[in-house]
């Protein structure tokens, strides 16, 4: 009986095709019972593949195929030790320049059996020992010189098919097989297959003449990886059509001549360690302490947090730092905490997120801000004695302290111990298209024509759907090129192109990390594992999450700059900020743009409809920190009805719970599930689901894995529920709440840190306006451009003052009630020179002219060129005189470099520019017009339509009105049948309006959609709750 | 003694030619770009289509969004050719000094005033001759120069001449925008000329060369002359050159290596052939792939001796082929030259590895070949490596996927 032992998945990097539970799917078909998977110089889907492979009853190998510029070996695990022996080569492999496979074997031998048909290597190892040592003999690799160095060297050979491909169902990638009945013509075509049989041409067509087949994806993603088009891939560059996963008759018949390679695939199978289990939790060490110095440590510093955080430790905070310390005890969790707290102390201004705000002890050691006793947050979401998976903390920090909070962790626990989890970069809808494309070698604008359309977010499949059936490609046909690039492109998904770092993931392990997996180094130099969150997650390792936020900084920098200005210091630890009137107001009025979190036009949207003019008083009773809360978790793409409901409740409607037993549960959300974790909960209320069982059902929904299971856990909850008297309508009325919860969703501590930090920006920005849009601007990567925010800044009353040479610093400043437009906003401007300039005036003081500035500052013309024409310059020499500078800078520069025949150049003096000039330059210098709002422009062309204005727009409720509009920020969305719709923000000179295009309306217009030009908008004004938004049927331009 | 040089222009060439062959174009918003996109540019517009607000340069769908009844055309190389033949030969009778563009001619008419009389008459029977024998409409413009002449003619919306007194250039040339100067492209200049606040020829016209030379640097004396209307520069007729050009445009853009070398076995027929008639062999082969998105790469290559049999012409092309054409944009089209023409025996290089001699076989085949071809048709016989490869094409007959809304339900998009 024969067992594949070389086997490759999409994780073989721009070499594989199947993922592996398509394979494992295949190898069940085909009557296997056990697999190895032989990824390419990497263990990249070990987790996953166990996990396919016990869903699909399969024993799993674990190997991996080795290969270097000279050799090339297929590795197997025997036992525990060949696993870590393999992860260490394989990380030698990537990290070391002069790694030599022979040399690396004979160091890491032990445990790994080795397969390769590399005379050299072979003969080298032999040299050492023949134990675990086997010649591989594949059909369509040049199968009898193996036979003869295995008949020479007196090595046994082994069959292998180094499968890659999958016969018969033609169809490929990650996709579920479809067809899965067996194809006989096929065969004829492979049972050539022996000796130095190679497929010369690529594939007429595919064996079921229709579908895209495995090979075909194959040569294109090799052709990707290449930079080269599919009629010059070599052989050597690709595999051959015969790697396939054959099953064992078929690889019966390419072996008459030797069945014993046959035979001893499956005695090297039993060789194997066939049983692996990753579960165990593998927890960083504290500073070498054993668990029970941590505990004590952790116990001590908690207690010490307790009182710095409340003055005294009261009976209630006692109890709950008891029965937190008490289950971290018994978990072995001290060494966690006590890491995350060192390196949370590495920044004054961090925001613990995520379940971890749910601790105590988390907040007594700083790492989280909100009291989870004051806020009655749900420990048990966090950490249970149930959970068997590891917790995890976030931590925000902010973006531009990120890494160097990073070197602290490595210098600390140095690359052997500590490494970042990677992402396993792959396609995308967007980048497969492009990346096909340009294989086919279709002209960039062409690929561009196309991508531009397609959303980022969408996977192949959808993209190609999207294709056929979007309104943005009606009325387009696709030339048959583009079909099949299509085609192709829809079935590359998960196929693995190259690893990137994960934006903070950062595993830490008590030993040696190479033992577990190996490890890649990343652009920056970071060590990399090879696995993303989830694997690394499946297989116990504990990341703490690093993550870089903006709106830390925009806090911080905010902070400095009004201590700095009127000496007001704020103290972070026990900042209340929505004890401030001015805050709670601009937060009810939905005055949120720039506050981190609030600032979405939905979030914004629903602020204001709460606290609208028709809310009751009672409304404005309420907690404001709780309904932030709720405000911040409810907005999820799925939960539109839901939000108009819970809307209604908050402003008094009356309102009863679905079931009386979901009253615990739901109480605090005015019976609308909200947090992630009251699914957990209502599932253990309702149909009477254990608390582990209540979290794997919150897993599935909230995460990508679904399908058969949901439909399991429905059946249960069904049945639960009946069992207690619950009714099927009612019950499937919660299933549908709890279904909203797909994709996107939060837990209630993490919903709480953010609020807070929420508020905290509010704060600011009710307070000292100028500092927090100045420094919203200069932390770039807001919700909005920066011109919105600059449109924002006007509305609060600034003035926007433009760049100045004399003024200006490199971000934005903020200085009472004016803000300064910052050097890093010109466009093109070397960071060299705005250094360079702003040293120079640090040190020698300001510039007295422009000729005073070339002299002093030394830049480059460029540079000059560009401050001249951002009008850096007006104030010292008028914006008359920005041609004549021009002029001069010419001349400078001609006297600095040729000094042999210095010429006396008198300087013409041209006239001023004209308005429109003066204009343009201001908008290609700063990306955008500051001085005026743009549609100031186009004034006399909508005085015509006589438009209302947007701060009006409640007036004319119900009415079909003419508006002007500046495009500000947009999202698509689709509605309940799937038919794409949009809403768009638009401004006027007077106010922000929101405006939605339904399906027909986005149908006719969307195409028009996003472009910086002004609009003219013709519809209707609908009120809901006491806000006004213009329901659009008409778009033109004013400008044409 | 004052040169007389004249200028023809006839405006939307291609689109003219079109409309003498078919009349329905006449009259209509005509554009004229390649058919095998929707996404191919325009080239060439007439004046209906500009009227409706359609530029050069914008994709084919993108103009018949702005005008719905645009005609487009696709680029008939041959009766360009024999359009611009057509003009060349008219202008021949009036002076032995014609330099051809497309569309346009220059005739340096100094010589033949007492001939034929004054530049601006000339013209004018010129353009009579031309409307009469070609039915084009033609603009002229008459002056001391090429520079003046061509600016003249252009600035003409119907036929007629616009004649430029000698003396009067500077001034005739003084108000238009300082882009119909020459070397005053879309280049960086042109942004430049924007930023320093000049606009007019007349602005660069009253500096001085020395303030000039600090925007333009070396170049700033010519373009002084030419903005006082003073060009130099002569009336070139079609030089003859030794070099074998074949060239070929493949019916569709391509990107598949089979399709393109035997494209370049026609390319190499062609020349070999040509080389052979002559008794000559080619000692410099250059080869220039033009690829779709409009960028040429080139490669040249020196064989050791001159080479005139197909066969290992062929070879060294293939070899010049996979070194130059690396790219993996789709190819539009390829030319192939053969310079250096010498004598079959020419002179050797004295310490040269003494070349392996062409078997009398291999030159027998080709003269059969030839023999062959020249009897019953260039296709009688052909290689197999010409056969028309066919792209390997793989038939995507899966029908794309549902726009599945329960899918896409939950995806919020943000763009921007």
Excluded at chain 1, 176 to 205: E, F, L, M, V, Y
């Amino acid at each position: 009986m024969f067992v594949h032992l070389h086997v490759h998945s999409s994780l073989s990097p721009n070499w594989g095709v199947l993922s592996p539970e398509a394979l494992c799917a295949e190898a069940v078909r085909l009557g296997f019972d056990t697999l190895a998977l032989t990824d390419r110089n990497g263990l990249y889907a070990v987790p996953r593949f166990l996990d396919a492979a016990r869903e699909a009853g399969i024993s799993p190998i674990i190997g991996t195929e080795a290969v270097t510029q000279q050799n090339r070996a297929v590795l197997l695990a025997a036992d525990q030790e060949g696993y870590a022996n393999i992860s260490r080569l394989l990380s030698d492999l990537h990290c070391d320049k002069s790694f030599d496979l022979c040399h690396a074997l004979t160091r890491y031998r032990h445990g790994i059996i080795v397969l390769s048909d590399d005379r050299r290597l072979l003969s080298a190892l032999k040299r050492v020992s023949a134990d675990g040592l086997f010649v591989e003999l594949s059909p369509g690799h040049d199968m009898h010189r193996a036979l003869a160095t295995s008949r020479e060297l007196k090595l046994p050979a082994v069959a292998t098919s180094r499968a890659l491909l999958r016969l018969g169902t033609g169809s490929a990638g990650a996709c579920p097989p479809r067809s899965c009945a067996p194809h006989s013509n096929t065969a004829d075509i492979t049972t050539k297959g022996t000796g130095t049989w190679r497929s010369q041409s690529p594939p007429k067509q595919s064996p079921l003449g229709g579908d895209i087949s495995d090979f075909h994806l194959h040569r294109v993603l090799r052709a990707i990886d290449l930079n080269t088009k599919l009629s010059r891939l070599t052989p050597e560059q690709t595999a051959s059509e015969s790697d396939a996963l054959y099953g064992a008759a078929k690889m019966a018949k390419f072996f008459p001549h030797c069945p014993e390679a046959l035979e001893n695939s499956r005695r090297i199978a039993e060789m194997c360690r066939r049983e692996w289990d990753f579960s165990r939790t593998i927890f960083p060490a504290f500073r070498g302490l054993g668990n029970d110095d941590a505990f004590t440590t952790l116990n001590r510093r908690a207690r010490e947090g307790a009182l710095w955080r409340y003055g005294s430790i009261g009976p209630n905070v006692e109890a709950r730092l008891q029965k937190e310390l008490a289950i971290i005890r018994d978990k072995g969790f001290a060494h966690y905490f006590l890491v995350v707290e060192e390196i949370t102390k590495q920044s004054q201004r961090t925001c613990g997120r995520g379940s971890a705000a749910a601790s105590l002890v988390a907040y007594c050691l700083g790492i989280t801000h909100v009291d989870p006793i004051r806020h009655n947050l749900f420990f048990e979401r966090f950490l249970n004695e149930g959970r068997s998976d590891p917790p995890d903390i976030d931590v925000d920090f902010p973006w531009d302290e990120r890494d160097a909070i990073l070197d602290f962790a490595f210098a600390r626990y140095g690359a052997s111990r500590a490494a970042m989890v990677a992402n396993q970069v792959g396609f995308k809808g967007r980048s497969a298209l492009r990346e096909v494309a340009k294989v086919y070698g279709l002209p960039d604008f062409e690929i561009k024509e196309m991508t531009e359309r397609i959303s980022g977010f969408w996977r192949a499949e959808q993209s190609a759907a999207a294709m056929a059936g979007h309104p943005l490609f009606q009325g387009e046909t696709l030339s048959p090129d583009w079909q099949e690039i299509v085609a192709t492109a829809r079935h590359l998904n998960g196929q693995l192109r190259h690893l990137s770092l994960h934006c903070g993931g950062l595993v830490i392990v008590p030993d040696e990390i190479r033992r577990y997996v190996p490890v890649e180094i990343s652009h920056k130099g970071l060590p990399l594992i090879q696995w993303e969150k989830d694997q690394a997650e499946d297989a116990g390792l504990v990341k703490i999450d690093i993550l870089g936020n903006r709106s830390l900084a925009v806090i911080r920098d905010a902070m400095a700059a009004v201590k700095e200005q009127k000496g007001i210091e704020i103290d972070y630890a026990s900042w209340r900020p929505l004890e401030d009137e001015r805050t709670q107001s601009l937060m009810r009025r939905g005055l949120t743009m720039g506050c981190f979190y609030l600032e979405s036009p939905s979030v914004r949207l629903l602020l204001r409809k709460i606290w609208s003019p028709t809310a009751p008083p009672e409304t404005f009773a309420i907690d404001l920190f709780e309904v932030l809360v709720q405000a911040s978790s409810i907005i999820r793409p799925a939960a539109n009805s839901f939000i108009q409901e819970y809307i209604a409740r908050m402003q008094g409607k009356k309102w009863a719970h679905l079931h009386p037993l979901l009253e615990p549960v739901l109480g605090e959300t005015l019976g609308i599930a909200i947090y992630q974790e009251q699914i957990t909960q209502i599932a253990m209320e309702l149909p009477g689901f254990s608390a582990s069982e209540g979290d794997q059902l919150r897993k599935v929904i909230t995460k990508k894995h679904r399908g058969k299971r949901l439909e399991d856990f429905r059946a249960k909850f069904m049945a639960g529920g009946q069992e207690r008297g619950v009714t099927g309508a009612v019950l499937d009325a919660i299933w549908d709440q709890i279904l909203s919860f797909a994709g996107y969703s939060f837990c209630k501590p993490h919903s709480a840190s953010y609020a807070l930090l929420s508020a905290k920006a509010a704060y600011m920005k009710a307070n000292h306006p100028a500092q927090f849009i100045a420094a919203v601007i200069s932390n770039q990567g807001g919700y909005y451009s920066p011109f919105a925010y600059i449109s924002e800044g006007r509305r609060l009353g600034l003035t926007i003052l433009p760049p100045d040479v004399n003024e200006s610093d490199h971000h934005y400043t903020g200085f009472d009630k004016s803000l300064r437009i910052g050097l890093m906003q010109i466009d093109g401007l070397t960071r060299e020179g705005t250094q360079r300039l702003l040293k120079e005036r640090r040190e020698r003081g300001k510039f007295t002219s422009f000729r005073d500035f070339l002299r002093r500052a030394d830049v480059q013309r460029a540079d000059a060129e560009r401050l001249v024409k951002a009008g850096c310059f007006d104030v010292l020499e008028g914006e008359q005189r920005r041609p004549a500078l021009l002029w001069e800078l010419l001349h400078f520069q001609q006297q600095s470099t040729a000094l042999l025949f210095e010429q006396k150049t008198e300087l013409p003096t041209p006239p001023p520019y004209d308005a429109g000039t003066v204009l343009r330059q201001e908008a290609e210098a700063l990306g955008f017009l500051a001085s005026r709002h743009p549609l100031a422009l186009y004034k006399a062309q909508w005085q015509r339509h006589r438009p209302i204005r947007a701060s009006e727009l409640i007036k004319h409720s119900g009415q079909w009105v003419t508006m002007v509009g500046w495009w500000i920020t947009t999202k698509m969305v689709e509605d309940k049948r799937g038919r794409p719709m949009e809403f768009v923000s638009f401004e006027d000179v007077t106010a922000i309006f929101d405006a939605t295009f339904f399906p027909d309306v986005y149908a006719r217009f969307c195409r028009k959609l996003s472009q910086r030009r002004p609009y003219l908008l013709k519809g209707m004004v609908e009120e809901e709750f006491g806000v006004a938004t213009l329901r659009v049927k008409w778009v033109g331009f004013l400008d044409g | 003694m004052d040169r007389e040089i004249l200028h023809i222009t006839v405006p939307a060439f291609p689109i003219a030619l079109a409309r003498v062959v078919h009349a329905h174009l006449r009259g209509r918003p005509v554009a004229v770009a390649p058919l095998n996109s929707e996404r191919a540019l325009l080239q060439c517009i007439s004046p209906e289509a500009a009227a409706e607000g359609v530029h050069v340069g914008t994709p084919i769908y993108h103009a018949r969004r702005s005008c719905p009844s645009l005609i487009v055309i696709a680029p008939d190389l041959h009766l360009a050719a024999k359009g611009n033949q057509a003009l060349m030969e008219l202008s021949a009778e009036f002076t032995p000094v014609v330099e051809p563009g497309a569309g346009r001619v220059f005739l340096d008419v100094t010589a033949s005033r007492r001939l034929f009389g004054p530049a601006r008459d000339v013209a004018a029977r010129l353009e009579k001759s031309i409307a009469v024998e070609l039915g084009l409409e033609a603009m002229a413009g008459a002056g001391g120069n090429k520079l003046v002449s061509r600016v003249a003619a252009d600035t003409m919306r119907e036929p007629g001449v616009y004649d430029v007194f000698h003396g009067a250039e500077r001034p005739f040339l003084a108000p238009f925008p300082v882009s119909v100067l020459p070397g005053v492209g879309e280049s960086r200049q042109t942004l430049l000329f924007r930023d320093l606040n000049l606009k007019l020829v007349q602005e660069i016209a009253a500096l001085s060369v020395p303030q000039l030379r600090l925007a333009v640097g070396p170049f700033a004396p010519l373009l002084h002359d030419r903005a006082c209307g003073i060009d130099r520069s002569p009336v070139q007729p079609l030089r003859m050159s030794t070099e074998i050009v074949e060239e070929g445009l493949l019916e569709q853009e391509e990107n598949d290596d089979a399709i393109l070398l035997s494209e370049l076995l026609r390319l190499v027929e062609g020349c070999g052939l040509r080389l052979r008639r002559l008794r000559k062999g080619a000692r410099k082969i250059t080869l220039s792939v033009m690829y779709a998105d409009g960028v040429a790469q080139q490669g040249k290559k020196v064989l050791p001796v001159p080479t005139s049999l197909d066969l290992p012409l062929l070879a060294a092309v293939e070899e010049l082929f996979f070194t130059t054409c690396k790219r993996r944009q789709r190819v539009k089209g390829l030319r192939l030259s053969c310079d250096q023409v010498a004598e079959d025996a020419g002179q050797m290089d004295l310490f040269a590895v003494t070349p392996a001699q062409v078997s009398r076989k291999e030159t027998d085949l080709q003269e059969t070949l030839d023999l062959l071809r020249e009897k019953h048709g260039r296709n009688a016989v052909r290689w197999g490596k010409g056969l028309a490869a066919r792209r390997e094409v793989t038939l995507a007959s899966e029908t794309p996927p549902e726009w599945d809304p329960e899918q896409n339900k939950y995806m919020t998009v943000t763009k921007n």
